[in-house]
């Protein structure tokens, strides 16, 4: 008599990985995406586990039988190295985003990116990880003064520290200074790092709290400014960005930054679309001022590892639609 043969999801055990602030913007579409993947038991570092505010997690296809969520403070190494350790994968997301200017921006800004992106790398390493994807942000590649004007923005460029103080550009100096440090500790230890520098992420929420990049789109819709400067905005959805995570985490081949942007797209053209999408009554900006700044960034090498970027409308229509259904907008 011949024995059973296990059945397929029996035999093959869930991967084990780690997104830090997994209760954020962006984590939060990873979690769900690595949970939809079927292959992934999910570890989300949040502040606190039993916080209302990540209800929307537990709530998860999946995530009853393949969602931990654990108390981590990135500042805090011993409370990191727990929630890494047994991980053979780690997405390092949690980095603070301001709104406005900060009193300090040393220890409200820099120290958590910076320091706490070391205490993540440094517990990756102890724990024989195999892979950490860190998530950038082209802010650490544009404020380079260097940079061949009219030339579409690379890999290879880096926003110039000193011109980042200078101008009080905190957050483009925290980014930066993380990266750099990522690389210098990948380049010490043979720690396996790769990081997504994505544009500004806009997309359909997961939560109900607004984050930074999406007040910064809903500037453009809400009436803040009658008149705005007409030029190019780069913008991604957050699905496409972590889409990207999990391309530079499973394929083998990838190495080193990828810049993530769908193309630029102009102010008039984002309210043009929304209105036709059959949202005609916001307060628009009335006047568009005729402007030709603005950034391009090259993202071949992203679209080598197969990446692709949603339409710009689909992207503005769900997002709307999310931001009305959660009372965002009325």
Not at 41 to 61: F, I, M, Q, S, Y
Not at 79 to 107: I, K
Not at 188 to 211: A, Y
Not at 267 to 289: A, E, G, M, Q
Request: glycine content about 6%; proline content about 5%.
């Amino acid at each position: 008599m011949e024995a059973a043969a296990a059945p397929a999801a029996a035999a093959k055990k869930s991967s084990t990985v780690c997104v830090t602030g997994a209760g954020g913007f962006v984590a939060s579409w990873l979690v769900k995406l690595l949970l939809s993947t079927g292959r992934y038991a999910v570890r989300g570092t949040v502040r606190d586990p039993g916080d209302g505010k990540n209800a929307h997690l537990l709530a998860l296809e999946g995530a009853g039988e393949r969602l931990q969520l654990v108390k981590a403070d990135m500042l805090d190494y011993s409370s990191v190295a727990s929630a890494v350790a047994g991980c053979e994968g780690v997405f390092h997301v949690a980095s603070p985003v301001p709104y406005g200017q900060s009193s300090n921006p040393e220890a409200d800004v820099i120290a958590p990116a910076v320091t706490g992106t070391l205490n993540v790398l440094k517990a990756c390493k102890e724990a024989e990880v195999k892979r950490v994807v860190v998530v950038s942000s082209v802010s650490a590649v544009f404020n380079n003064p260097n940079w061949p004007k009219g030339k579409a923005f690379t890999e290879d460029s880096w926003s110039d520290e000193e011109y980042c103080r200078k101008n009080e550009e905190w957050y483009f100096l925290s980014k930066t200074l993380a990266e750099h440090e990522a690389f210098a500790y990948a380049a010490k230890t043979g720690l396996d790092i790769v990081t997504i520098c994505p544009s500004l992420v806009i997309g359909p929420l997961m939560q109900r709290t607004v984050n930074t990049s999406v007040k910064v789109f809903l500037s453009y819709i809400k009436g803040d400014q009658e008149t705005v400067q007409n030029g190019f905005k780069n913008l991604v959805d957050v699905r496409d960005v972590t889409d990207a995570l999990l391309l530079a985490y499973e394929n083998p081949q990838a190495s080193g930054r990828y810049l993530c942007n769908s193309p630029p797209i102009r102010v008039s053209d984002i309210v043009n679309i929304l209105i036709k999408s059959s949202f005609p009554t916001y307060t628009y900006p009335k006047n568009f001022v005729e402007f030709e700044g603005g950034y391009t960034y090259d993202t071949e090498k992203l679209r080598k590892l197969g990446w692709t970027y949603r339409p710009m409308e689909e992207t503005l229509r769900d997002s709307i639609e999310c931001y009305r259904r959660l009372g965002i907008l009325n």
